[in-house]
């Protein structure tokens, strides 16, 4: 009798494991072409969420800077706002570590997007003077 009971909760946990996976699976497979789909009509969009789901102006707002403006903006204040809201929500001291979570990332967001900027005016430069390679001589 008791054989019986084992292999029934057995057989009717393995198929709500089954309808579980299956369904994760197939919610997996929408986002996945929902977002391809986003992609391909928008391609700035895909840039638009680069560190973990933050957008530039969320990460501003988190700490309280203004946005990159032509891809300047001052590291130094966004420094310092950063290491005072990571300090006080450190989970040491009683913080959360949610919050410093999301102070971080939104620190990483700026730096992205002023990173990114950089690069782009250094590769219009490059293309406007001509591409002059860094030649190393050897003594």
Request: include cysteine; hydrophobic fraction near 35%; proline fraction near 4%.
């Amino acid at each position: 009798m008791a054989h019986r009971i084992i292999t029934q909760v057995v057989i009717t946990g393995t198929r709500v494991l089954g309808r579980a996976f299956a369904e994760a699976y197939r919610q997996a497979s929408a986002s996945q072409k929902y977002a391809g789909q986003a992609a391909k009509n928008n391609p700035a969009a895909a840039n638009n969420f680069a560190s973990s789901g933050l957008t530039l102006d969320e990460a501003c707002k988190i700490l309280n800077v203004k946005p990159p403006m032509g891809g300047k903006a001052n590291m130094d204040d966004v420094m310092e706002r950063f290491k005072k809201l990571f300090d006080v929500n450190d989970p040491k001291k009683g913080g959360s570590f949610y919050l410093q979570s999301k102070v971080l990332r939104a620190r990483e967001r700026i730096e992205l997007e002023v990173k990114e900027a950089v690069q782009s005016t250094e590769r219009e430069a490059e293309l406007k003077d001509g591409w002059k390679p860094k030649i190393y001589k050897e003594r």
